[in-house]
C-alpha cells in the first residue's frame, strides 16, 4: 500500500509531492516512510531522486509535518519541520499548506529557523489572514522549544521508528 504527500503553497499552487509507504500510528500521529530513490518533484519542475530513506511524522496535534533523517545520509539535517495548515490524510493523501517557515535540528544539535525571509515576503504578497500568520509564528516558536529540549516525539520516538524502517530494508524482501 503507498500514500501520497502533497504539499501545496498558499492559493493552492502544488509545492512538493512524492509517494510514501504507511507505516502506522501512535500517540504521535501518522508515520510514513519514503525510500531512497523515491521520485520526488517540486509544483511541475523536473523531478528528482530522494538520495536516502527518511520517515515523516504527520502530528495528531499540530500544523507542522516533521521529517527524520538517518546520520548516515548526505546531509547534516537530523529533523526537518515544515510549519503547514493543518495536515490532513484523507484517501492516502497527506495534505497541508507549506507556510514557509522550516525548524530543523542538526545533527550536531543546534537547531535553526529557515525561511524567515520567504514567510516575510509570502505573507504580504500573498496576503496571508491575520490568524495564519500568528498560528505559524507560534507554532515556529513552540517547534524551536521541542526540538532544543528534545521533547516527544523529537527525543527518541522519531529515532526509533527511523531505526524500525532502515532495518526493514535491510530485511529480504
Known sequence: MTARMRFTKWGGKLH??????PLGS???GLWFGTRAGTVMQRGYEDPVLEPHDFVTLVPVEGEWIASFNPS???TEVAVYIDVTSLPAYEDGVVSAVDLDLDVIRLFDGSVRVL??????EHRILY???APVIAKALATTDDLVGLLTEAVQPFETAGAH???AYLSSSAAPR
Open 127 to 129: 496576503s496571508y489572514p
Open 115 to 120: 525561511d524567515e525571509d520567504e514567510f516575510a
Open 16 to 21: 512538493w509531492h512524492y509517494a510514501m509507504e
Open 26 to 28: 501512535d500517540e504521535h
Open 161 to 163: 521508528r527511523l531505526a
Open 72 to 74: 548516515s545520509a548526505d
